[in-house]
């Protein structure tokens, strides 16, 4: 993993995220790709940590690395959030450990690429399953706890593909509407109860989406891609910032804003030549 940045970009994340060092943040996803890189940023603000993902050992590697490094508390549970009743599951096994969530980080998900009818529908209902089901019950399961006590943070992982219909990753993309409309509504919901809810919407970024998805990568995406890194700060800080929803990346923003500019069949041309659809 890279460096933690400078301490001016640390102390911006640590002192607006609620008392960091005396909360405990829950990471789904947490194996691989984005959730390495907001266990790294949590743990370098003393926050303790629930590492939740499928495979166990890569969590564990990453566990003593940050224990060591951080000194902070660090519990592993494996546990494969796409089979239904899973967020339960894992709710009950955090209560029978006495572990408060004061941070949720709602980053497990992957994307399908290629035609509709092309894909098993199998697979495109488990990806519906992790990526709307299982988000919707951890926020419900999780923003009930922190609605109570009148506090707790939740970030969403949307997509700049939320915003627009996108062929090729026609299911992908709805999912991530879906996930960015419920986050900004939940953000205004539960603001009055002290629970802040952020929505990042990342671009095309450095990790393991692309294999696992089998999705092309065009020549645009490469000139837009970033590392995972300042994507992850950007979320971090929009929600110690209390905002509804955060696009990382100047360019990305641009692209999003020429979506208000551009008819939807523009819109949906564009991105089926930028993504391969």
Known sequence: MQNVG??????????????????????????????LEYAELLAAQKANLVLAARRREPME?????????????????????????????????????????DILVNNAGYGLHGDFLDTPLERTIDMIQLNIT?????????????????????????SILSFQPVPGFAAYAATKSYVLSFGEALHDELSPRGVTVTCLCPGHTETGFDSAA??????????????????????LRALSQGKPSVVAGF???????????????????????????
């Open 61 to 101: 590697k990453l566990a003593i690395e940050l224990r060591q490094k951080y000194g902070v508390e660090i519990v592993v549970e494996p546990i494969d959030l796409a089979v239904p009743g899973a967020a339960a599951r894992l709710k009950t096994s955090l209560d029978e450990k006495s572990l408060q969530i």
């Open 134 to 158: 299982a988000v919707t019950e951890l926020s419900f399961i999780f923003g009930q706890d922190m609605a109570t006590r009148g506090s707790g943070q939740i970030l969403l992982i949307a």
């Open 214 to 235: 089998s999705a092309p990568v065009s020549r645009m995406l490469r000139i837009l891609t970033m590392k995972p890194r300042p994507v992850a700060e950007s979320g």
């Open 6 to 35: 400078n301490a001016e970009t640390r102390t911006s994340l640590v002192g607006k995220l609620n008392g960091a060092a005396t909360k405990r943040a829950l990471i789904t996803g947490a194996s691989s790709g984005m959730g």
């Open 251 to 277: 360019m990305n923003k641009i692209i999003i804003f020429s979506n208000r500019l551009t008819p939807r069949s523009m819109q949906r041309a564009v991105m089926k030549s930028v993504t391969g659809g």
